[in-house]
Every structure is written in structure tokens, then in C-alpha cells.
């Protein structure tokens, strides 16, 4: 049986491993990228000092390994290669395209130069291909971070961070040379509704407190009165509390840098200065608001206030792309799909033999690790669904092949890729770093060609 994959992420992946094991068929995965690298946002989205996390990838270089898997990269669905040609050459098809939009705040004066989605920043200094250009100006002291997540921690932490503190990650070189010369010393994270109800993830929350140049700062009254709902109770929030609080607890400290965790604000404008820039952020204070589910929300009370910032990072989450000929759940932002089987956005009637997994399938929740049981889960949909497509003739498996080459496109195989690897680990070498991207897709080509 032939299944494509699209996207080369973790759910991506661990789908692949997935049916890669199984016994009732043999199945030749084909994995497709937009990008020629793989691996998605472990790549592109991980932050840099986090290298331990990155290490996932030597599990999906095994999985790719295996001889019945092949890469191509460099291959966009939707633009390369459309949804019904796919159709015609594999039994099964599965997304795994993640979540590449961002969303917005949704405020007057969102879009101005200096407020700039935390996408993009961190695709910034991931040496993302689609942000290698993107205007991050730090000449700014004070930046606003929207959001309560991980993703708010990671902009906030790697703004913060020394250079020395970067120098030995994979940030790319570009990035590190403009934070060597930054001038953001404060950064707010802003959260709407209260501490309890921050998705932070306790380690990741505790590590703003390791920083070598950084104080993190809350004020006790930000924690007066700090409740937790019993829906929404657990023992990552009251770990989350109990770091907060030790914040609180601390001196004043003398580090240079300062990280300040605000709650119960929602911001209203972004305010320019006369030149169009950034000059404040004006925020809503909230009260919080108990719901018949049990489930806690944020009210506005009228109360403003200006908080002085130069530069604002709505980190308010993603959504999947719209591509040509896949389903798209307008309300949810992801694929249209009942426990990952696709289905017409309208009729909710399953379009067979096609698949969705990841961030794709769920929005964006989850860590890189909660994806191996959940792709493996829709394969096991795939099997009851399909052993018996393998029957079904399909053109030669290289026929996909010549037609990306009629169309031009220079495919990249995973032994390509990994030469870029070669080249990457070489240059970063210099630097005493894992590795120095590369950021460009044509430099990419050009270096395999
Ligand atoms: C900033 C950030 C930091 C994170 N840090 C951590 C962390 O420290 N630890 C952790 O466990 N998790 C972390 N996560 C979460 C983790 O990255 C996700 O759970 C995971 O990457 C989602 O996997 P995915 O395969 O669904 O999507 P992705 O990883 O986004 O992969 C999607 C792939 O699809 C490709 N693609 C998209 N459209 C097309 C197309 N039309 N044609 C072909 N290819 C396409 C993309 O190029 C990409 O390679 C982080 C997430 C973010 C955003």
C-alpha cells in the first residue's frame, strides 16, 4: 500500500513510524515538505536553547532510515502538486501540515511596524525560510508579549537571554547578531484571565528564573486571591502558582534585565507614535468570570491603562492554512476531520481513504511527545479503513516524481537533506554551536546542485 504523508513534523513522523510497522501490509511512505529540511517546527519553532528537545530528531532520522520511507522536500501541496493528483498516486493520503497561520488580536492599530506576531519572530531566529526578512527592529527597551503559553515564554525568554547564553544554540546567525546589539532590557508577558488559568508549562515557567541576566518580577497583588476552579484544576497550575509565588517572594533583584508576568489585562489598542511605530499598549483590566461548564473567562471592567512599550508580540496562538482541496473547519481553524478521518466541511461526510494528524487535527495543543500515540491512533483508523485499498492499481511509484520534474521543482530526498545537515553542523562548528542554518531555500538548492 502507498501512503503519502505531507509535512515532515512530528506528527508527520511519528505517523510514518507508525505505519511503518505494520505487519497486515507493506507500505511505502512518501513524505512531503514545502520546505527542504524536515522536521517541522522542532526545527523551525523549538527555541534554540532548548537543544535537548531537538535531540527528537534522531527517533525520525531511524523512521526515515527504514527502506521503504522516502523524503521529498521541497514540495509544496498546493502549489507543486495538487490534492487530486495525489489522490490518483497513493492509497491513503494524511495531512500533517500543522498550524503555519497565526491569530490575530484582533485591535486597532495591530499590524504596525514593531507589532509583529511571535510567529514570526520565533520563525525569526529559527532561521525560518518565510521570516528570514522579516523587520525585527530591538532598538527598543521595553517589548509586550500577548499570551499565556509556552510560545509567550520562549519570545520573552530568547529576548531576553545573553549572548553568551545563545552563542552555543542553532539560533540562526542573523538573529544572534541583532540580539547581540539589543536594547530590550524589560518585557511584559500578558496574560487575560489569571495565573491559574496560564497554559505555561511548569518547567518552562521556572526556567525565567534560572536566567543568567534576568529577574522575573510579580507583584503579590497579581496572585492576591489566586483560586483554582475545580474544572479547571491541576497539578500543572498549582505548580504554576507555586512558582509564581516564589517570584513574588523574591528581593528586588539587581540583574540587569527584568521579565514581568502580568495577569487579568487584555490589550485594547496598539498605540503609535508620530513616526507609525510602537509606542504603548493600551490594556483592559479584567475580572474573571465563572461559567455554568465550570470553566473560567475574562471580563473587561472599563479600566485602562497605557502600558509604555516600544515593540508588541501578540502570542496568542495558530491555525492551520487553507490549501486547495482539503477541507477547512472554519469555527475550529483546522482540517475538517471527525478523530482524524477528513471530512466535507459541510456535509461532515468522511472523504475516504484521507487523513489529518497533529496540529492540523487538534489545533495547537499538544507537545512534540503527545503526537507519537496520537498518530498512531488515526493509523490504526487507516488500517481499519483500508488494508484491502492495496488491490487498487496506482501508476509507478516514481510517476510522482517525473511529474515534479516536468514541473521544475528540484526534489530534495532525505540523503539531500542530509547533506545540508553536513554543511549546517560544519559551519555552526566554527561558531561552537550545533550547527549554523541555513535560511534561504535557493542557497539550499543551489548547495545540492
Ligand atoms: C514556538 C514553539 C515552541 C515549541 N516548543 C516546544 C517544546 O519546547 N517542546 C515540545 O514538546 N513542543 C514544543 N512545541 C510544540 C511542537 O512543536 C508541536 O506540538 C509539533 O511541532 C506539532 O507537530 P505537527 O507535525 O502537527 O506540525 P509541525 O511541526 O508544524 O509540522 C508541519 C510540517 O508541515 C509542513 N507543511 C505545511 N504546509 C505544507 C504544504 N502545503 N505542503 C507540504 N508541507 C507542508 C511544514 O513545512 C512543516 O514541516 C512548540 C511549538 C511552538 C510553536
Redesign the pocket.
Known amino acids: 500500500m502507498r501512503v503519502a504523508i505531507?509535512?515532515?513534523?512530528?506528527?508527520?513522523f511519528y505517523a510514518a513510524e507508525a505505519l511503518l510497522k505494520c505487519t497486515d501490509v507493506v507500505i511505502h511512505v512518501d513524505m512531503?515538505?514545502?520546505?527542504p529540511t524536515p522536521?517541522?517546527?522542532?526545527r523551525g519553532?523549538?527555541?534554540p536553547d532548548?537543544q535537548n528537545?531537538k535531540a527528537v530528531t534522531r527517533i525520525f532520522e531511524k523512521t526515515a532510515a527504514r527502506p521503504t520511507f522516502r523524503f521529498l522536500g521541497n514540495?509544496?501541496?498546493?502549489r507543486d502538486v495538487t490534492v487530486e493528483e495525489l489522490r490518483q498516486h497513493y492509497h491513503q493520503i494524511v495531512y500533517?501540515?500543522?498550524?503555519?497561520a497565526d491569530r490575530r488580536l484582533g485591535i486597532p492599530g495591530e499590524g504596525m511596524p514593531r507589532c509583529t506576531p511571535a510567529a514570526v519572530f520565533?520563525g525569526w531566529y529559527n532561521g525560518h525560510p518565510d521570516y528570514r526578512q522579516a523587520k525585527i527592529d530591538l532598538s527598543v527597551s521595553r517589548v509586550a508579549v500577548v499570551g499565556n503559553g509556552?510560545?509567550a515564554i520562549?519570545a520573552a525568554r530568547i529576548l531576553l537571554c545573553t549572548p553568551a547564553e545563545l552563542e552555543r544554540t542553532d539560533i540562526a546567525a542573523h538573529a544572534l547578531e541583532a540580539l547581540r546589539n539589543s536594547q530590550v532590557r524589560e518585557v511584559f508577558i500578558l496574560g487575560r484571565r489569571g495565573p491559574e488559568q496560564a497554559s505555561f508549562t511548569p518547567p518552562e515557567l521556572k526556567e525565567l528564573g534560572e536566567m543568567e541576566d534576568v529577574d522575573p518580577v510579580v507583584t503579590p497583588g497579581e496572585l492576591a486571591g489566586c483560586v483554582i476552579s475545580e474544572a479547571e484544576g491541576n497539578s500543572q497550575q498549582e505548580k504554576n502558582l507555586k512558582i509564581l509565588q516564589s517570584f513574588a517572594a523574591r528581593q528586588p533583584g539587581a540583574k540587569a534585565k527584568k521579565l514581568h508576568l502580568r495577569f487579568l489585562v487584555s490589550p485594547t489598542e496598539v498605540i503609535a507614535d508620530a513616526a507609525g511605530n510602537v509606542a504603548g499598549l493600551a490594556l483592559e483590566k479584567n475580572r474573571l468570570e465563572v461559567q455554568p461548564d465550570g470553566t473560567v473567562s475574562a471580563r473587561g471592567t472599563g479600566e485602562i491603562e497605557v502600558l509604555d512599550v516600544g515593540m508588541v508580540l501578540p502570542a496568542v496562538g495558530?491555525a492551520a492554512?487553507r490549501?486547495a482541496g482539503v477541507p477547512y473547519d472554519e469555527k475550529a481553524r483546522i482540517i475538517a476531520n471527525e478523530d482524524g478521518r477528513v471530512v466535507d466541511s459541510v456535509s461532515r461526510s468522511v472523504i475516504a481513504n484521507e487523513y489529518v494528524?497533529?496540529?492540523?487535527r487538534t489545533g495547537?495543543q499538544?507537545?512534540?511527545?503527545?503526537?507519537k500515540g496520537a498518530s498512531a491512533h488515526i493509523v490504526e483508523h487507516m488500517m481499519v479503513d483500508g488494508t484491502e485499498l492495496a488491490a487498487r492499481e496506482l501508476p509507478e511509484r516514481e510517476a510522482i516524481d517525473s511529474l515534479l520534474h516536468q514541473r521544475g521543482v528540484q526534489i530534495v530526498s532525505f540523503d539531500d537533506w542530509k547533506r545540508l545537515d553536513d554543511v549546517e553542523v560544519a559551519r555552526g562548528e566554527r561558531r561552537g554551536a550545533p550547527r549554523d542554518k541555513m535560511v534561504d531555500v535557493e542557497t539550499m538548492l543551489s548547495t545540492l546542485r
Open positions: 505531507i509535512g515532515s513534523g512530528p506528527a508527520g512531503f515538505d514545502r520546505l522536521y517541522g517546527l522542532v519553532g523549538v527555541a532548548h528537545i514540495v509544496c501541496l498546493g500533517a501540515v500543522g498550524n503555519e520565533i509556552n510560545v520562549d495558530f492554512e490549501i494528524v497533529g496540529w492540523a495547537p499538544g507537545l512534540i511527545g503527545s503526537h
